[in-house]
């Protein structure tokens, strides 16, 4: 029997066996709340081919070391870098954050009045958290924003910002929402307050009104600094609505542009989920491993060089690649992900530590205020209790109604039977004039199941015909499930080295 057939496979118990916060008290803690590559690729050509120059007989003395003011001096400067970069929501480096955090509490200390530092701090807690999944940091964050909120008054941008930001990060996109404009609001010519507010209307699953924040975004007129930012951003909301090569064309040259080594890897990261999205499996590990040379924090890219090396059969630095992934940030994305290619190896032991991991990740972050229905959802319909993900992700559409949840949600309901309701939400999904513009492997892949277990075999087809081509790796445990039923329906599979 294949492993996603309308029955659960791996650990039958719930995610959460005593369910976690109700929604009703997360309600209450809401209101209480690459160019790059190509150059880099020369710059190593030309330091190979050049001729080596010998050694001088007596080499000059190296320069004497910086007085302590110099020093001194160099700190403030790259910890108002880094400063500036966190409230503008720029990457980065976790070095620089773990200083800028500790200087800044030293200042809240001293001053507890200064409510720019506790906007600084509540701001570089969810920086760190996005880096290091420390939940700790997001109920760190909550009270340093609403301190620096409390202090300054209700026009305090930096406050309003970072709270939008914290708000995104923990999934609660209608208080992102209603940050983000209240921030807009007090400084309507503020740029980084638009990346927040894209992030909560697409959440929301209003496309409209993203579109329009990237509009008006792209109109401002902002410093060479932050303009890779910008860039990426709108590589994002290209990739959403399908368009897919402006997409690369932006976050490429954002990356070719990007002012630190942590910006420019948070880039090129990106362009690395690019290129694993349209199946260029080379391209993406390309990507994902320059990435990890300029930031070895960046656990992302470690996970995507998981993601690609799984894919080119490399399968033991695969999972080398997913466990330094989780050493360095134990997410619960990157922990199923982990779980899900053990379970395609035949490795049930190891894939039940992983899914036993995830559960206690889950609690945690739950227990820190953020919003994990989609994930649990999307545990439940493959590896536990389908009518618990029915249940959850409904919840979930009627109050974040995104197109990730109606492709979670149409799967949910086809893994517990309810085929013709299921087609409904995978449609939202994957019809651009419903909303689902991405171009997506999972998604195609389950709505043609879908069809396929409604005798609609030429539609079913079509759709695992589309999952194949866009990425024929898109899941070790799905992709090879696509296959088989095409198989099946009586047409052969795309052949998966075409080119994409």
Not at 170 to 180: C, I, M, N, P, S
Not at 219 to 242: E, I
Not at 416 to 435: F, M, Q, V
Request: proline letters at 6%.
């Amino acid at each position: 029997m294949c492993a996603l057939d309308n029955r659960p496979s791996g650990p039958t118990t719930s995610l959460l066996t005593e369910s976690g916060p109700p929604r009703r008290r997360r309600r209450v803690l809401r209101r209480l709340l690459v160019v790059a590559l190509a150059g880099g690729a020369a710059a190593g050509a030309a330091l190979t081919l050049w001729p080596h120059e010998p050694e001088p007989r007596h080499a000059a003395a190296p320069p004497p070391a910086a007085g302590p003011r110099a020093q001194a001096r160099a700190r403030a400067a790259a910890q108002a870098a880094t400063q500036t970069a966190v409230l503008d929501g720029l990457p980065a480096a976790l070095p620089d954050l773990t200083t800028l955090i500790g200087a800044r509490e030293s200042r809240v200390r001293a001053q507890p009045k200064d409510a720019r530092a506790w906007a600084v701090l509540g701001a570089a807690y969810v920086e760190r958290a996005r880096r290091t999944a420390d939940t700790a940091d997001y109920p760190r964050a909550e009270r340093a924003l609403r301190t620096s909120l409390q202090v300054a008054g209700k026009g305090n941008t930096d406050a309003l910002a970072g709270l939008a930001a914290l708000a995104n990060a923990r999934r609660d996109f209608a208080t992102a929402k209603q940050f983000g404009e209240e921030a807009l609001k007090a400084a309507p010519k503020r740029w980084s307050t638009y990346p927040a507010l894209i992030d909560a209307y697409d959440g929301l699953g209003d496309y409209k009104a993203a579109r329009s924040a990237l509009d008006k975004l792209m109109a401002l007129k902002v410093g060479a600094a932050v303009k890779p930012a910008v860039m990426a951003r709108a590589s994002a909301v290209y990739r959403d609505r399908g368009w897919r090569e402006d997409a690369v064309a932006q976050v490429t040259d954002a990356a070719a542009a990007a002012g630190t080594p942590a910006e420019q890897a948070a880039y090129l990261t990106q362009a690395g989920q690019l290129a694993w999205e349209r199946g260029d499996r080379d391209d993406a590990l390309r990507h994902f491993t320059a990435a990890v040379r300029l930031d070895p924090d960046q656990s992302a890219a470690r996970a995507g060089q998981g993601r690609a090396l799984a894919a080119l059969g490399r399968t033991q630095e695969a999972l080398s690649a997913y466990q330094r992934a989780l050493a360095h940030r134990p997410a619960p994305r990157i922990t199923l992900e982990l779980a899900e290619l053990y379970e395609s190896l035949g490795m049930g032991q190891q894939a039940e530590t992983q899914y036993a991991l995830l559960q206690t990740q889950v609690r945690r972050e739950v227990d820190a205020g953020v919003d994990d229905e989609l994930l649990i959802g999307q545990y439940e319909a493959d590896h536990g209790d389908v009518e618990e993900a029915v249940q959850r992700l409904t919840a979930e559409w009627e109050q974040q109604p995104g197109v990730e949840v109606a492709d979670a949600l149409g799967w949910a309901l086809h893994r517990a039977g309810d085929d013709k309701e299921a087609l409904g939400y995978a449609s939202i999904a994957t019809d651009s004039t419903k909303g689902g513009g991405v171009r997506s492997a999972s998604y195609a892949f389950h709505r043609g199941m879908i069809e396929r277990d409604l005798d609609l075999d030429a539609s079913a087809r079509r759709h695992l015909q589309d999952a194949l081509r866009i990425n024929p790796y898109f899941s070790p445990l799905q992709a090879p499930l696509a296959r088989a039923t095409l198989t099946t329906l009586g047409d052969q599979p795309p052949n998966e080295e075409a080119p994409q």
